[in-house]
Antibody
Framework: EVQLVESGGGLVQPGRSLKLSCAAS????????MAWVRQAPKKGLEWVAT????????YYPDSVKGRFTISRDNAKSSLYLQMNSLKSEDTATYYC??????????WGQGVMVTVSS | NIVLTQSPATLSVTPGESVSLSCRAS??????IHWYQQKSNESPRLLIK???QSISGIPSRFSGSGSGTDFTLSINRVESEDFSIYYC?????????FGAGTKLELK
């Protein structure tokens, strides 16, 4: 059974940093692209980042490019999201997702990030 | 960016009714659309890929259609467990975007 378990969320002040983690199990992690998708409170879904199987290629929308960094450790079956220069508009639930071809076929339960002073 | 417009924003139905949810793209995207269901306080679940391709484990009452700019998610005979928010997502552009969602609620 595919499982994705996020951790590392919490309350952080604007301008500070936070790193999210996602522990994967139930599939061969190194064979899949992985992604982060977020959802602001009472809002829709927003794709945040994708990383290739080896980690050599990463993709971001303009809203987070230059501030967020996605990475992975295939030996630990883990995915990460380093978030710097956080803004209030980054407040959201962050989902780790398996990125299969062009869609997201499995999602974690999500972790809440609140950016506030 | 490719903008996806979902309509209606809210759809009120009674169990047993059949419904169609719309997703319109701001430009032609072939069949590069995928549908997700999100129940209250849960993470999204993939329902349909590439406009009309079924997903293992998803009930057969869910189906998708369309190409170009207009897409439809159909639910044949809505069941109580189907009351959720439904999102479409495009992958024609590598800058993936989602629609704002359609909430399916009990009338």
């Amino acid at each position: 059974e595919v499982q994705l378990v996020e951790s590392g969320g919490g309350l952080v002040q604007p301008g500070r940093s936070l790193k999210l983690s996602c522990a994967a199990s139930g599939f061969t992690f190194s064979n899949y692209y992985m992604a982060w998708v977020r959802q602001a409170p009472k809002k829709g879904l927003e794709w945040v980042a994708t990383i290739s199987t080896s980690g050599s290629r990463t993709y971001y929308p303009d809203s987070v490019k230059g501030r967020f960094t996605i990475s992975r450790d295939n030996a630990k079956s883990s995915l990460y999201l380093q978030m710097n220069s956080l803004k209030s508009e980054d407040t959201a639930t962050y989902y780790c997702a398996r990125h299969l071809y062009h869609y997201f076929d499995y999602w974690g339960q999500g972790v809440m990030v609140t950016v506030s002073s | 960016n490719i903008v996806l417009t979902q309509s209606p924003a809210t759809l009120s139905v009674t169990p047993g009714e059949s419904v169609s949810l719309s997703c319109r793209a701001s430009q032609s995207i072939s069949t590069s659309i995928h549908w997700y269901q999100q129940k209250s306080n849960e993470s999204p679940r993939l329902l349909i890929k590439y406009a009309s391709q079924s997903i293992s484990g998803i009930p057969s009452r869910f189906s998708g259609s369309g190409s170009g700019t207009d897409f439809t998610l159909s639910i044949n005979r809505v069941e109580s467990e189907d009351f959720s928010i439904y999102y479409c997502q495009q992958s024609y552009s590598s800058l993936y975007t989602f629609g704002a969602g359609t909430k399916l609620e009990l009338k």
